[in-house]
């Protein structure tokens, strides 16, 4: 079947199952087309948490979902494919943050979204990379345990007076993106800003001009003068921003940056999901619980 025709089906179900479709700015194209809603993971935790919909589809990563079942119990959680997961997400366990902690005694602990909800159970509070230096000041305590991205933990430490303590974890996709590929596109275009994400290598982030979560790229480029900006993150995001910018051209860091779990979500397994209404996502009752007051303290921010 056509993708057209794919999507007219999709869009006939979404009004029959009374659903909305959530994506995340690294899906494809067609996915992101047909979405009702395309954002960062802070965007899309305020809009789970606010939809009136009995069912969201949720195209994007595993923990993403786990969070819009965290946020809105009373609804149905579908994710298009099961094994859209986040290695970064699985570089830290509860049981590894229980053990961190009793090590640490005293300090706060803050969680990336980029985590279970097993592991958001353990925290004090949940960050994106769009709040995490917002989240980090909010914080009385002047030593804070950050899990999992390393990376995202050096951007936050530079300027805060806290001693931030960060686990071993990062994202392979921003991981790879290195200072030559920043040169290199920085020569082929000499007139574009640099854009990067705080997920980024030091290194990286040190080359670039300015720092931004993916939702912060996707307000900039619509107030920025600037013709031709380099994005330094998942390559997926060009089509957004291409697409809400048509004078302005956008080249990615790197050409082939691509998260292979946020690209398992296809049109046609968003139409299987719709369908069969499975698979859904489920957390358990005292994790939910748990997990909910770190991930609503993130959003009241």
Same mark, same amino acid.
């Given at each position: 079947?056509?993708?057209?025709?794919?999507?007219?089906?999709?869009?006939?179900?979404?009004?029959?199952?009374?659903?909305?479709?959530?994506?995340?700015?690294?899906?494809?194209?067609?996915?992101?087309?047909?979405?009702?809603?395309?954002?960062?993971?802070?965007?899309?935790?305020?809009?789970?948490?606010?939809?009136?919909?009995?069912?969201?589809?949720?195209?994007?990563?595993?923990?993403?979902?786990?969070?819009?079942?965290?946020?809105?119990?009373?609804?149905?959680?579908?994710?298009?494919?099961?094994?859209?997961?986040?290695?970064?997400?699985?570089?830290?366990?509860?049981?590894?943050?229980?053990?961190?902690?009793?090590?640490?005694?005293?300090?706060?602990?803050?969680?990336?979204?980029?985590?279970?909800?097993?592991?958001?159970?353990?925290?004090?509070?949940?960050?994106?990379?769009?709040?995490?230096?917002?989240?980090?000041?909010?914080?009385?305590?002047?030593?804070?345990?950050?899990? =999992?991205?390393?990376?995202? /933990? #050096?951007? !936050?430490? @530079?300027?805060? %007076?806290?001693? +931030?303590?960060?686990?071993?974890?990062?994202?392979?996709?921003?991981?790879?993106?290195?200072?030559?590929?920043?040169?290199?596109?920085?020569?082929?275009?000499?007139?574009?800003?640099?854009?990067?994400?705080?997920?980024?290598?030091?290194?990286?982030?040190?080359?670039?001009?300015?720092?931004?979560?993916?939702?912060?790229?996707?307000?900039?480029?619509?107030?920025?003068?600037?013709?031709?900006?380099?994005?330094?993150?998942?390559?997926?995001?060009?089509?957004?921003?291409?697409?809400?910018?048509?004078?302005?051209?956008?080249?990615?860091?790197?050409?082939?940056?691509?998260?292979?779990?946020?690209?398992?979500?296809?049109?046609?397994?968003?139409?299987?999901?719709?369908?069969?209404?499975? =698979?859904?996502?489920?957390? /358990? #009752?005292? !994790?939910? @619980?748990?997990? %909910?007051?770190? +991930?609503?303290?993130?959003?009241?921010?």
């Amino acid at each position: 079947m056509k993708k057209e025709g794919i999507a007219e089906r999709i869009l006939k179900l979404k009004e029959k199952k009374n659903a909305i479709i959530l994506a995340h700015n690294y899906q494809t194209g067609d996915v992101q087309d047909i979405a009702d809603f395309v954002g960062d993971s802070l965007d899309l935790s305020i809009k789970a948490s606010k939809v009136e919909e009995d069912v969201i589809v949720f195209c994007g990563v595993h923990f993403m979902a786990e969070t819009a079942v965290i946020l809105s119990p009373e609804k149905t959680i579908l994710i298009p494919d099961a094994n859209a997961g986040c290695p970064m997400a699985d570089m830290i366990t509860a049981e590894e943050l229980r053990a961190w902690k009793k090590g640490n005694p005293g300090s706060d602990v803050v969680c990336y979204v980029n985590t279970s909800a097993a592991v958001k159970a353990e925290c004090d509070i949940c960050c994106t990379s769009a709040n995490a230096k917002n989240v980090v000041a909010s914080l009385k305590g002047d030593k804070v345990l950050f899990a =999992p991205d390393k990376n995202l /933990s #050096a951007y !936050i430490a @530079r300027g805060s %007076k806290k001693k +931030i303590i960060p686990w071993d974890g990062y994202c392979y996709v921003h991981n790879n993106i290195l200072p030559k590929h920043v040169r290199e596109k920085k020569k082929r275009y000499p007139e574009a800003e640099v854009w990067v994400h705080p997920e980024c290598l030091p290194e990286v982030i040190d080359l670039a001009d300015r720092v931004f979560s993916t939702g912060g790229m996707v307000k900039e480029a619509r107030k920025t003068a600037l013709g031709e900006v380099i994005i330094g993150t998942e390559a997926g995001m060009i089509y957004r921003l291409a697409k809400e910018n048509p004078g302005k051209r956008f080249y990615p860091v790197k050409d082939n940056a691509i998260c292979s779990n946020m690209k398992k979500i296809t049109l046609e397994k968003v139409l299987i999901a719709m369908e069969n209404m499975e =698979p859904k996502v489920e957390v /358990s #009752a005292d !994790i939910r @619980r748990r997990a %909910k007051g770190a +991930i609503e303290k993130m959003v009241s921010l």
